[in-house]
């Protein structure tokens, strides 16, 4: 491929980005409270996991929480509370979720979705209890979602023979937009040049990212239940499916595509899979000392692929490292930099793409990553709660590169120098 037609599919990558956080972003008005589904941006506030209240139920309460769960909500949000047609409902995925936005849910539903509505059907009084079942109360058993659950969850629609040679259809494949139509749980493929609806298709509970095959030919989308879809642009229409977690967050996929990463919220896990077939290789626990020393499970963040550097990384948010994984190395080796930051979130490369930036931001900094040297470069402290997204960076007249954030704890955008990291500019 060209290096013009790459760009065009970057452009597309990008504007795919822009559609899912707009996707994310148009909820409907009784879910506007933060919770676990929606996008970082709007909820800043969110505890760290897993961190379940001790509940301030009684015995009485928790038993009477459990039969109704039992009678009316286990169908589509599993025995053990680890979701099915609905999310998971724990406390490690909705601790920190507004009483508000549940007690709304589950008094009125969701339109145009499988949730109904309970009021006629529990009190006000048992619906608040439900509330503090899912947030405090956490499962008899514990769900565990491992390399079994995974290939049990697995589904191949088209092996490697029975892909198509040539697009199934007349659309330009470079202009075809996938849009995430996040609270009917669907995506649709739209043509870019017509601005039809193609075709929608049921990818899982709020996708929340897509990555393409450097190819531009097929796409991987990750759901907020876990569930990750490999499309492919020639068929329009999955090639395999699997659900890698109860609740996810990134996707990466290798440049050769043989493999994909996909970064879990819960259980606090990374997934190696193979690119072709979603096949499970490797399920690393994600588990390290944080910047205090303590030993923390945590959820993960930003996961990407370094092109130039042939490796995934990947950012632990309450653990606050850094995980490099080597795919070419039989067993997927990982190398840890510990203390990167308090509160990893979103990440960027720089234009080398030897640098790795993103946000600490519980520290109000921005952490470097030198990808080659495989050591933490920089911590350039920026403002508070620093929140670049995609990212953002450029060029000066005089030829300096230059890098920005933007915040969620104060109107602050900031800008620094790569590779000085030094803050050259500040706009209140
Ligand atoms: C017929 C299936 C079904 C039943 C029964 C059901 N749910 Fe749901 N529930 C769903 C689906 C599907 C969603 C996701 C809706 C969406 O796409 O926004 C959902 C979403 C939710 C959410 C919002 C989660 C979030 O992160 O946005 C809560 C809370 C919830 N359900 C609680 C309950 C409770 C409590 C019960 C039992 C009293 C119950 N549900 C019964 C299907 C169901």
Redesign the pocket.
Known sequence: MGKRSQWTFFGVALLLVLLVLAGCARK?PQ?EAP????PAATKPSAPPAPAAQPAGLTPEQIEKAKK??T???????GPTRAGA???A?LPE??GG?KDE??IN??TD??E?????A?KD??SADE?KL??Q??KTVPPDKPPTWGIEEIEGSRKVYLTKDQLPKKPQHKHRIENIFFVVE????KGAFIDGDTFEVIKEVPFG??IHEIEYTHDGRFGYTVA?NGQVVKFDLYALDAVAEARVCLNARGVAVSDDAKYVIVGCYFPFQMVILSGEDLKPLKVVPARGANPDGKEVDSRVAAVAWSGKHKVFLAALKEAGQIWIVEPKEPDFPVTKLEKAGRVLHDFFFDESGDYWMGAAQQSGAIVVVDVKNRTIAASIPTGKQPHPGIGAFWRLKDGRQVAGTVHIGEGKLTIWEVPTWKVVGERV
Do not use: Q, Y
């Open positions: 409907p879910a919770k676990p589904s929606a109704i769960w009678d009316r909500c286990e169908g589509c949000h047609t609905g999310p409902l995925t909705h979720a936005m549940l849910t589950i539903g969701r145009g979705t499988a949730m109904p309970f059907r529990l619906i439900m509330v079942f899912i996040r609270d009917v749980s509970f709020a907020r």
